[in-house]
């Protein structure tokens, strides 16, 4: 149903998916659909099912996870696999009404590949602008993967530096968190930095409330990636709280990847295990994203259909939607467009 069909008589759920949203925690290569993957294997001259993708993709621990997406990522090969997988992605946010997102690139996994990361960019850029002229505001981060070390970090780096003005906003580090600590990573966040990107980190997804705490005192984190391990740290959280450190909080991935139970030191974790409702009452910006929607079948409409079933009211939830604009990279003047938009199309469908 467009938003423009619906009355404040409809469910509650239904005008609070006409809202406008933002998206700032999403991988573009988590965003292939088994049918896309099918696709790309096809067009690479593979015969691949969509239920060997779904087989793949139906992950229950994080090395398991990132085994999938190194599977996955090996489909994209060239400028033209990441423009179909680009306009998908941009096809299901504005059918969400997603009006704006942060979109992470694993520009470390393409330069690991040999690729031209340039290349790539420009063909995605190019992929998405009929759809940015539909009312889809995209900005973009690269990843490093943390593994692979700092001089490829560095390598990323240099080219989030080099497309900045063509939309990259930020330099970030994904991958796996135990590998290597922080302060080798120093160095290279200071030169993304110094060069006008801003900061962030995937830490405390599987890593302890200290790899949170150095993703913010060392590389100086202007958010952060998942962060569920500060909910062992009343000092960390208060941390986040006080120097308005975000949290991108995507719980469905924190089932699929196993994440909340190894945290937990259990074999299972359930939604009403997840510090999200914590951290809200603590005061910790938050936003509710999808990490890898396809991986972990989900949307951004259904992570949010999720906050009731953690024990959230509607005007709390109603307050993450809007605080995902408010933790946005973006002008001040932008993010009060956001502002208003948002206001107004919530004031219309009776949501205040
Ligand atoms: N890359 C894509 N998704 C990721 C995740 N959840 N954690 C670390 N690296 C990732
Ligand atoms: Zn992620």
Redesign the pocket.
Known sequence: MSSSQLFSGDSWAARFRALPKAELHV?LE?TMEPATVVALAKNQGETLDESTVATRYATRDFNAFLEA?KWVTSYLRAPADYVLVARRMSEQMLAQNVVYAEVTLSAGVMLLRKQDVEANFCAIREAVAPYESRGLHLQWIFDAVRQFGAAAAREVARCAVKLRDAGVVAFGM??DELARPASEFRKVYDYAAANGLRRLV?AG?IGGPDSVRHAVEILRAERIGHGIAAAADPNLMALLAERFIGLEICPT?NLR?GALAQHLGRANASLSDHPLPRFFHAGIPLSVST??PAMFGTSLASEFDLLEQMGLGKQQIMSIAEGAFHGAFLPASEQSAFFEAFRAKAEALSLL
Request: proline residues 0%; hydrophobic residues 0%.
């Open positions: 991988h988590g997406y994904g991958g995937h997804e991935s990847t990490d890898d």
